[in-house]
């Protein structure tokens, strides 16, 4: 567990982390704890490392991932901008960054069931432009980073959950904790049980991606949401595909709107699709489905398997074979939707805080500037007085956490603010349905220049958005042909997606809803759950005696995606950390 496994790495571990028990859990002390191997995360760390030795003070830095392996947790398009990578890593090219596959063209459809209107580039809004971006892995990337990372010294602890927020005295962040292991289902301790470790610092940095469960537990402790707009996201789904290398197309960008997600002009469900050719042979595809979607019959899933027939589509897999499947959610709420990123003792770095540009449907460069835009305000708090290392064991009196405040403003003044504040209305525009959406984007972008008077507000939860289901008829959705389209379960399995089955469930009904399942979702919507959730983790079982139906979670499937605690009727699942190391094995998302 991470105490042997930090032991062995010198007197006090590498850098100058040290160890020390502040209670019944043993402690190891940094100058800061990033909880999140991601782009953000380890843009952070290696910021923080460079700054330590242009400045000649060497500063403790750790990294902790749940994911078994860097990048095992990793889901991303992914077509990269390299604008902040340039900036952190100028000699990236030199150094064997896997970014290979260099954008070679770009199509943009319109689709109805049978047919397809291109669209124009110079028609298309700038963002959507490719020109000089790479059709990448985001997982190699960010391994490729880590690598990077621990060459300049940072420690990185894949396979360890942050579980719990640790607070000061004073109310301030002083660290995290992670997952103790080797709980059984039933609550006893197993032969195998290990405590969890505190990782205890001046400053915790919170990159877990969209919906982080630390991250969501320190915007509610410090009200970092008040005065913002709600947050929507959308989720995401994606395949990889290896096809016969002479029909690969390296480069090619194609994004669609439109069949099936959208049956018409003012169709309000918001979403569309990309379709990726990376060298040597694979193709990356996937749909986004905004989850503030009314029809709790609607299953994106099915969505997104029999889009892969239309013509447009399933030309570029045809002869493939399905390699890897896989799911994670996003944010799409705009820049009014970001909440205040600092607070005392850490901040909010990436997708936690919600730096995603909805018209390119790209984070990562953002993620990464973000990341070294924190470090680049706590790096001062933190070299006049560094953790360093001492002749005793003992530990350092607390500190009151630091509210490294100059973040809110460098990120203001960067080109993160001057990117996401043109297209703030984007996601809310299309509330309206697809025709307003696509007139009002095209204002917005070639136009007012994002300098509208005026900002689309959404105060309602994506999960309130959903209606009755007796509004709607339910969706028949063709069956899978087991060969360009495949069932639920057939595709989990490309995901490696693993638990140790005896532990308890980490998707926890909540205390107060235990009857939100039974009484509301399935009476009232149909239990959308079964259909959202990407997974299979949510099934109702037949009415019993009383015609009662109750939930079965099968935890063991989820692939860590956070739709549940988005889309569930009244919010009624808890989403916390399993044992580390479990979830996902994505190799090449």
């Avoid at 900036?87 to 943009?108: N, R, Y």
């Avoid at 809110?408 to 043109?422: A, T």
């Amino acid at each position: 567990m991470l105490r042997h496994v930090l032991r062995p790495l010198g007197r006090f571990g590498v850098g100058s982390s040290r160890s020390c028990a502040t209670s019944a859990r043993e402690a190891m002390h940094y100058d800061v704890v990033t909880v999140g191997a991601g782009p953000a995360g380890l843009a952070a760390a290696i910021r923080i490392k460079q700054l330590s030795l242009e400045k000649g003070v060497d500063l403790s830095v750790c990294v902790v991932e749940k994911g078994a392996e860097v990048g095992a947790h990793i889901l991303s398009g992914n077509v990269f901008e390299p604008r902040a990578l340039d900036e952190l890593f100028p000699d990236w090219k030199e150094s064997g960054a896997p970014l290979e596959t260099k954008v070679s063209s770009d199509a943009f459809h319109v689709l109805t069931e049978t047919g397809s209107a291109s669209i124009p580039n110079f028609l298309l809004p700038p963002q959507l432009h490719n020109e000089g971006n790479y059709v990448i892995s985001l997982g190699q990337l960010v391994r490729w980073m880590g690598e990077k990372a621990e060459e300049l010294g940072v420690e990185i602890y894949p396979g360890f959950a942050a579980d719990e927020v640790l607070y000061a005295e004073d109310g301030s962040v002083r660290g995290i904790a992670t997952k103790a292991v080797g709980i059984a289902k039933d609550g006893s301790k197993k032969a195998t049980y290990e405590d969890g470790m505190e990782l205890v610092a001046k400053q915790t940095l919170f990159a877990e991606g969209a919906r982080g469960s630390c991250s969501e537990e320190v915007m509610d402790t410090f009200n970092l949401r008040e005065g913002k707009d709600m947050q929507t996201y959308g989720l995401g789904i994606k395949e990889v595909w290896q096809i016969p290398e002479d029909k690969c197309k390296p480069g090619l960008v194609q994004h669609t709107l439109g069949w099936p997600l959208q049956d018409g002009l003012f169709s309000k469900t918001f979403g569309g699709t990309f379709l990726y050719h990376m060298a040597p042979n694979l193709v990356l595809m996937g749909m986004v489905v905004g989850l503030d979607y009314e029809n709790p019959y609607l299953n994106p899933y099915r969505e997104f398997q029999r889009w892969k027939h239309h013509p447009v589509v399933c030309k570029h897999i045809e002869g493939g074979e399905c390699i890897s499947y896989g799911a994670r959610v996003l944010n799409e709420g705009g820049i009014q939707a970001t909440p205040k990123v600092t607070f005392p003792g850490g901040a909010l770095l990436g997708c936690s805080a919600g730096f995603l540009n909805a018209v390119k449907i790209k984070g990562s460069h953002t993620a990464i500037k973000s990341g070294m835009l924190a470090a680049e305000a706590i790096f001062p708090h933190l070299a006049a007085e560094p953790l360093g290392e001492t002749e005793t064991m003992e530990c350092d009196p607390a500190t009151p956490g630091i509210e490294a405040v100059e973040y809110e403003q460098k990120v203001k003044d960067s080109w993160i603010y001057e990117e996401l504040y043109p297209i703030r209305n984007t996601h809310a525009a299309f509330h309206n349905g697809l025709l307003p959406g696509m007139l009002h984007t095209a204002l917005s972008c070639f136009i007012t220049k994002g300098n509208e008077p005026w900002t689309l507000a959404n105060s309602v939860p994506d999960s309130a958005k959903t209606k009755p289901a007796s509004e709607f008829t339910p969706i028949e959705y063709p069956k899978p042909d087991g060969v360009l389209s495949f069932d639920l379960l057939t595709n989990l399995q490309r995901s490696g997606t693993n638990h140790d089955h005896d532990q308890p469930a980490h998707l926890r009904v909540k205390e107060t809803m235990a009857d939100v399942p039974s009484q509301v979702s399935i009476k009232t919507y149909a239990g959308p759950e079964q259909r959202f959730c990407p997974a299979g983790v949510y099934e109702y079982g037949e009415p019993d005696e009383k015609g009662e139906q109750k939930l079965q979670i099968n935890a063991q499937n989820c692939v860590h995606c956070k739709c549940c605690s988005i889309k569930c009727p009244e919010n009624y699942i808890k989403w916390t950390v399993p044992e580390g190391g479990g979830g996902p094995a994505y190799t090449v998302m």
